[in-house]
């Protein structure tokens, strides 16, 4: 059975343990750096991210952290998470936080506005749906949420949210650059995929739909199989190159 670590230093972490185990998935807490290497891949939940960071500091996590997602483990962050393993953050608090990275995109911290301004929409997620069936729409739950404003060339966009033109015309561009045609930027991403790494904006672990923790554990899974297959094939060698015999199979009693 897989085993997921969920960063539990603070917010929606038994959330997200309640969710994995209605998959039938077990969920453990992770709060120190060697409980990492107890588990192959990680969720950092939603909460408030400059305390969270504060935790992750007192608690020396961030190495290990870092660490962590460099060696290719699945990590998904939500909402805080998600500001967490972005390689760059904007609109933080005076003095900013640590950021774990790994991501690459720019996201806004509170690009929804504050505690009162949270709200709840149907996302458009025809690559979930594909994977995991059901409906092509995601009900997101929002709660003084990021937003990523650019990502990079390698990061999948999983979901988009309209917002306003002069909503985005109130931030300068993390590049410096002025929007000429303010209709062409008329959504933000919401959700992503960097190849180990998932993100969302969004708290999928306040709602009843499990897709996003079963797409994440499939991720796992995945990384599992890899890891295995490359510590059974020799060095340097191709996997179409190395063939098992009957003679080669291992004789379980």
Not at 66 to 76: A, H, N, Q, S
Not at 167 to 186: C, H, I, M, Q, V
Request: net charge negative; charged share 20%.
């Amino acid at each position: 059975m897989a085993v997921v670590g969920v960063l539990a230093l603070q917010g929606s972490f038994n959330e997200h343990i309640a969710a994995l185990r209605r998959l039938g998935v077990k969920g453990v807490e992770i709060r120190k750096p060697e409980q990492l290497r107890t588990v192959t891949s990680l969720i950092i939940p939603g909460g408030e991210s400059t305390t969270m960071a504060k935790l992750a500091e007192y608690h020396n996590l961030f190495p290990a952290l870092r660490e962590f997602v460099k060696l290719g483990k699945p990590v998904w962050g939500t909402c805080a998470g998600l500001i967490f393993l972005a390689n760059k953050a904007i609109g933080q608090k005076t003095g900013g936080q640590d950021l774990v990275g790994g991501l690459d995109c720019t996201v806004h911290r509170n690009f929804f506005g504050s505690q009162i301004q949270s709200f709840e929409a149907e996302l458009s997620v025809p690559q979930l749906a594909s994977q995991e069936g059901g409906p092509e729409t995601f009900r997101g739950v929002f709660i003084r949420a990021p937003a990523i404003l650019e990502a990079g060339p390698e990061v999948q966009v999983l979901a988009d949210y309209p917002v306003s033109s002069d909503r985005l015309l109130s931030f300068d561009s993390p590049t410096g650059d002025k929007t000429e045609n303010a209709e062409e930027e008329s959504k933000v991403i919401v959700a992503v995929r960097q190849g180990n790494i998932l993100g969302t904006a969004f708290h999928p672990e306040l709602t009843a739909d499990t897709r996003w923790h079963s797409y994440f554990v499939k991720m796992s899974t995945e990384a599992g199989e890899e890891a295995t297959l490359s510590s059974l094939v020799p060095a340097q060698v191709s996997t179409s190159q190395y063939q098992l015999t009957r003679s080669d199979l291992p004789i379980f009693q």
